[in-house]
């Protein structure tokens, strides 16, 4: 499937970003090294660390430097994850390092991890955070922190991309059929309410594709980081189907609308705040726009909660833990709206 190289690399960057802020650069890091590097014995190091802390299913740890030293406690107690960027940047790493040194231990990882990838996808075309599922929020499709889009932008790498020779012609189209099907399992995500097409849940059921919640301060609601993602990789597709092309304009429209207005994030000196500050919103008319991270499905009002899982409607209403570490706005969808989305609907004009 081809794609617009314009919106994709955008989209890349973003994920390589935040992929190698979770994991103190990792294994993203090295990505752009040249094939002699991989052959020297820091190269070679660095690889067998990261080959030790594949776990038996396939997949990798999250929030740990996989590159930093080698595992040395018991395989049962690695578990893998496609969380916070785990699992797709050691396999990119992989498949340049057999590319640069045909390491039968890279080749024979790499088909090991991928195909952990293309068995956890669910029938329903989308993924859960971590393989095998478990019974609690993990097992939904998600969305949350760009998980499953990490693991859709992998598959297409894998299956139209070159350095991939590490893989063979039966993976390469069954990568291709898995994209696919995570396409069809992100149109049939999109939220309408009121018969209307909005965005999307940071989590969906794995059967019904319904909005459904994360942890406990996560609600059950439309996200206005997550969307911003979902709809970069469907502006990627160079021939949009009807359906994609329904999909941008109402989440483009939706965007727009939340967008929160005459507002800043700020943090306030405060001595009796416990490490001596807090964060607040405050009023400023040339403030640029933000979203909220969570938007009450049919009011559009942001949300807030803390661990207790009760809904509030302002920052200021939840309590300083909570306030205080997580990111509840940000600017997600400015460049998409103001740049990457005008150029998208020009591209399509005949």
């Not at 617009?4 to 955008?10: K, N, P, S, W």
């Not at 939706?254 to 001595?271: I, M, N, S, T």
Request: glycine share 6%.
């Amino acid at each position: 499937m081809k794609f617009h190289r314009c919106v994709l690399t955008a989209l890349v960057t973003v994920l390589l970003t935040t992929s190698a802020a979770h994991a103190a650069g990792g294994p993203a890091r090295y990505l752009k090294q040249p094939d002699e590097w991989f052959r020297t014995d820091a190269g070679r190091q660095i690889t067998a660390n990261l080959l030790s802390h594949q776990a038996p299913e396939g997949g990798w740890p999250k929030n740990l430097d996989t590159t930093a030293e080698p595992y040395r406690g018991a395989a049962k107690d690695l578990h893998g994850t496609f969380d916070n960027g785990a699992t797709t940047d050691e396999l990119r790493y992989l498949a340049h390092a057999f590319r640069a040194t045909a390491d039968p231990r890279c080749r024979d990882a790499f088909i090991r991890g991928l195909d952990h990838v293309l068995l956890a996808q669910y029938p329903t075309g989308g993924w859960p955070q971590s393989y095998p599922p478990d019974r609690s929020y993990h097992r939904h499709i998600t969305f949350n922190d760009n998980a499953m889009l990490r693991l859709m932008e992998l598959l297409r790498e894998v299956a139209t991309q070159p350095g991939y020779e590490v893989t063979d012609a039966e993976h390469r189209t069954r990568a291709q059929a898995a994209f696919d099907r995570g396409l069809q399992c992100i149109l049939k995500c999109q939220v309408r309410v009121d018969g209307k097409l909005t965005a999307w849940c940071a989590q969906h059921d794995e059967l019904a594709y319904s909005p459904r919640p994360g942890r406990a301060f996560e609600l059950t609601s439309l996200s206005g980081s997550e969307s911003v993602g979902l709809v970069r990789l469907l502006m990627s597709l160079e021939r949009p189907t009807p359906e994609v092309v329904q999909a941008v304009e109402a989440a483009a429209a939706w965007l727009d609308a939340v967008k929160l207005k005459g507002l800043r994030v700020e943090e306030h000196p405060d001595p009796n705040a416990p490490k001596g500050k807090d964060r607040v919103v405050v009023e400023d008319p040339a403030a640029p726009p933000l979203w909220a991270r969570f938007y009450e499905i049919g009011t559009n009002r942001p949300l807030f909660s803390d661990r207790d899982s009760v809904k509030k409607y302002h920052l200021s209403e939840i309590g300083y833990e909570r306030r205080n570490g997580y990111a509840w706005y940000g600017a997600w969808a400015a460049g998409l709206l103001t740049k990457e989305y005008p150029e998208w609907k020009a591209r399509l004009r005949p």
